[in-house]
């Protein structure tokens, strides 16, 4: 019995060896095929990657939940750049930016470092645009730090509560015992085309534009350390939407609000539609028959948006 228990324990040991040995060769792989692609921020001790181009106001881009600020660079952010000075930056924990915590960087840690960035690079009141989960933290700059932005741009974003429960994968991948065991296993054996079509559902009813998939990165998200604070961030999302909601009244800046009738991600009922409600003088522009990424499949809408914010907060 004894050597058995010790044949199992090495058998076991040898697995996991090989788990981490892969883990690491697919994060070196995708680490390797999509580099940063601006500038490493120092923040207070955290490393903030930040791509800036372009010249004129100043706008900043937050991506959503398993992304990277490379969803923002495909297209909109070159549009933009055209006209204005334009900050993408990667979340805490997601891209290049470190993470804050073991518990997944809050709301409000999260529009702290980022508007602290932000100042870094002398952009001091900069339009905040921010697409789903990134659409929660624009909010989160906005209530807590009004004083650092110009207008706000909430493109799909989650900002009232729901009553669906979390996601299978996240409830086991935010947990402690799964964040050790699962998330190794997942970023040693799960191939990129699994992100690959994860991201294609979010587009429905529209597809991904030409070359998104190569340009955005899938083996970024599988990291560990990525996986786990996604995880974390989106265990812990829905109790932060309840206790910002009461503060969405004390908005004061420019804020027009877009979203796709046929979202099936984020409700347009249950999210914007209350949130136009709920800060003063916000306008909503509802996009009829896109999805969840109206940044891609409505750019010239979203561009128009921006534009009609800048109008609106004197910067054009």
Do not use: C
Not at 10 to 37: C, Y
Not at 103 to 125: C, D, P, R, V
Not at 239 to 253: G, H, M, N, R, S
């Amino acid at each position: 019995m004894k050597t058995v228990l010790i044949g199992i324990v090495v058998v076991a040991a040898i697995i996991w060896t090989v788990t981490l040995l892969r883990a690491a060769s697919h994060e070196a792989r995708a680490e390797a095929t999509h580099p940063p692609q601006g500038q490493i921020l120092d923040v207070n001790g955290h490393r903030v990657h930040a791509q800036v181009m372009g010249s004129g106001p100043d706008i900043v881009l937050i991506h959503g939940a398993s992304g990277n600020l490379r969803d923002m660079t495909l297209s909109l952010a070159p549009k933009l750049a055209e006209r204005y000075r334009v900050i993408s930056f990667d979340r805490p924990g997601l891209g290049y930016t470190d993470g804050i915590d073991e518990t997944g960087a809050s709301l409000a840690q999260q529009a702290e470092l980022l508007s602290s960035a932000a100042q870094i690079l002398n952009a001091e009141k900069p339009i905040v645009v921010g697409h789903s989960y990134g659409g929660a933290v624009a909010l989160a700059w906005a209530v807590h730090h009004p004083d650092r932005l110009s207008a706000l741009v909430p493109l799909a974003a989650a900002s009232n509560p729901w009553d669906t429960p979390l996601d299978p994968l996240y409830r086991v991948t935010s947990h402690p015992i799964g964040s050790a065991l699962v998330v190794p296993l997942i970023t040693a054996f799960v191939p990129d085309r699994v992100v690959e079509n994860a991201l294609a559902s979010t587009f429905l009813p529209q597809s991904p534009p030409d070359g998104y998939q190569d340009h955005f990165g899938p083996g970024l998200t599988l990291r560990r350390g990525s996986m786990r604070a996604n995880a974390t961030q989106r265990a812990n999302l829905l109790d932060e939407i309840k206790t910002q909601v009461p503060l969405y009244a004390e908005i004061a800046v420019p804020t027009e609000i877009i979203h796709g009738t046929a979202d099936t991600t984020v409700s347009l009922h249950i999210h914007s539609e209350k949130l136009v409600e709920q800060i003063p003088d916000a306008t909503l522009t509802r996009l009829d028959g896109i999805g969840h990424m109206p940044h891609h499949s409505a750019e010239t809408d979203v561009v128009a948006a921006i534009d009609r914010a800048a109008n609106r907060a004197g910067l054009r």
